[in-house]
Every structure is written in structure tokens, then in C-alpha cells.
């Protein structure tokens, strides 16, 4: 069976490649920090040595709309091309090219459905910076094979924390019971707090500074308990319009155990908190 070798979840911050490629001197002042932090969370994934790549993402508008947005929807594609135009415009983020697996795609599918999880699925999906900058932060060199996953973070009504939450233990119970020997790493990315187009978007902080230090926290103790009893989907909207990409790291909890993570850091942007976590199963250890 296939083995988990590793479980990530980090913000994905769009313009990490521009802010640490862009020359010296129009950098901002973060930029060599930022790019220190994230190489050494990179690190965290190079050195599981995965053959696969499960990415977590959820699409920004550019391919989903509010006419037909599944909860859920996996891609099953050979190949997945990537990167739309206001993200090259707007952004400075490459156009890329994916390989996908299209025979784990197909087996997880069917694992999902089996679990009760009634997924959509595509062979035409392209690609946004939900999955884009992950590969960017963790895998530049974009040589493994990727399963692309997506989640309804934007368009309500959300499917609950708790779904969420189950949503990763289900998809941790297909990858170990994916029939090869292939490592695979799970790699999901979202938001702390967040405000997108809103009052609160270019404040020095986060829009809630405090929600930013919590979720941490949770994240760091592998705290689902406290997670559920405290997030809603109210109280994300209370902590910036974009918040609900917190779910995505809940998700990443599941797959995750929920224990506490071997690596954390983050990373406060003055609009934004970036985090990186990383857990690795005892078993990749040894």
C-alpha cells in the first residue's frame, strides 16, 4: 500500500515569487526572511522523498462560478495546465504545466465516494495559485506527479468545520489504502485571517491578530477539539471576509491524525500572517 510520508499546510500568499525574484532593490523588506522561512519549510518536504504529490487547494473564481460550484470536486487529468491571466498580470506568477496521476486520481475518487463523500470531478481543470504557489514554495522544480483536490472555501452555504475535518481523515484512508508502493505527501493550503476587498484588507496586521496566534496554536497542538467547539463559519466571517481558508488547514489536520506538528512558523506580512506546518507520520521517521 501506498505510504503517507507527509502532511503540509501552509498559506499561499501569491506574490511570494515576484517579492523574492524581483531585484534587490525593489524587494520589500520581508523579502529575505520570507524567502529563508520558506526554503527551510521546503526542506521539511524534500527530505520525505515523495514520488506523488496530493494538493489541497480551492479555486479563486477563475474556473469554478456561483452557477455550478461542487462542495468538492477532484481533478483526474493527465496533465493540468495552470496559472490564468490575472494571476500572470496582476501577480508576476509563470504559467506552468502539471503532470497529473490519473490512476491514483480514479482510485482515490472511488475511495471518497465509498466514504460517503460525494465528490465532483474533472478531466479539464486547470490550475490557480491555490496549487501554484505551493509548487512554487515547495517543489520548484515541479517534477512529481500531483492529484489536485479542491474546496468550497467562497461560495455559500460551506460545508462545516467538522465536514472538513472528516474530509481529511477520509482522504489520508485513501492515500494508505492506494494499492502501490508510491510515497505520497499531502499538501493543502488557505488562509489565517483574511479580508479580501474590505476594510480591513491593508491593515498592518491580519484583520484579527488574535485569531492568527490561535489557529497557530491549534495547529501546533493538533487542537481539533478546541477547533470545533470555537470556529464557525460566523466567527471566520467576523475575522476577515476571506477567513473560511482556514477550513482548508482543518482539513489538513485530518489527514494529519490530529497530532501536533513537527515544524511550524510563520510570519506576519503586515496584511496577512503566513504559516508553514509540517507533520511527518512516525513511521517516515524511522
Known amino acids: 500500500m501506498a505510504r ?4 503540509l499546510a501552509s498559506t499561499h500568499h501569491p506574490f511570494y515569487f515576484k517579492a523574492t525574484t524581483s531585484a534587490p532593490e525593489h524587494q520589500m523588506p520581508q523579502a529575505p526572511e520570507w524567502k529563508r522561512k520558506v526554503e527551510a519549510y521546503r526542506e521539511t518536504l524534500a527530505s520525505t522523498a515523495p514520488d506523488i504529490l496530493v494538493m489541497i487547494g480551492s479555486d479563486h473564481f477563475h474556473q469554478i462560478f ?12 493527465a496533465r493540468y495546465d495552470a496559472t490564468f491571466y490575472n494571476e500572470e498580470r496582476e501577480f ?4 506552468y504545466a502539471f503532470e497529473g496521476d490519473e490512476d491514483m486520481s480514479r482510485f482515490l475518487h472511488q475511495s471518497l465516494l465509498a466514504q460517503d463523500f460525494d465528490f465532483a470531478f474533472s478531466n479539464e481543470l486547470k490550475i490557480d495559485h491555490s496549487i501554484v504557489c ?7 522544480q515541479n517534477d512529481l506527479p500531483i492529484v489536485p483536490i479542491y474546496t468550497n472555501i467562497f461560495a455559500p452555504p460551506l460545508p462545516s468545520p467538522r465536514r472538513f475535518f472528516d474530509l481529511g ?9 492506494y494499492p502501490s508502493d508510491k510515497r505520497i505527501a499531502a499538501i493543502g493550503t488557505g488562509h489565517l485571517s483574511l479580508e479580501l476587498g474590505g476594510p480591513r484588507q491593508f491593515m498592518e496586521t491580519g484583520p484579527d491578530p488574535a485569531f492568527d496566534q490561535q489557529a497557530i496554536e491549534w495547529l501546533r ?9 470555537s470556529v464557525t463559519h460566523e466567527s471566520l466571517e467576523c475575522s476577515g471576509n476571506a477567513t473560511h481558508g482556514f477550513l482548508n488547514f482543518v482539513l489538513m489536520l485530518g489527514v494529519a491524525g490530529p497530532v501536533g506538528a513537527d515544524y511550524v512558523d510563520y510570519l506576519d506580512l503586515f ?12 513511521e517516515a521517521a524511522q
Open 169 to 177: 481523515r477520509a482522504i489520508r484512508k485513501a492515500i494508505e489504502d
Open 66 to 77: 456561483l452557477d455550478n460550484y461542487p462542495q468538492f470536486l477532484i481533478g483526474k487529468a
Open 4 to 7: 503517507l510520508v507527509a502532511t
Open 134 to 140: 505551493p509548487i512554487i514554495t515547495l517543489r520548484p
Open 92 to 95: 508576476g506568477i509563470p504559467k
Open 271 to 282: 496584511h496577512t500572517m503566513e504559516a508553514y506546518f509540517t507533520w511527518h507520520p512516525k
Open 221 to 229: 497542538t493538533g487542537d481539533i477539539e478546541a477547533i470545533l467547539a
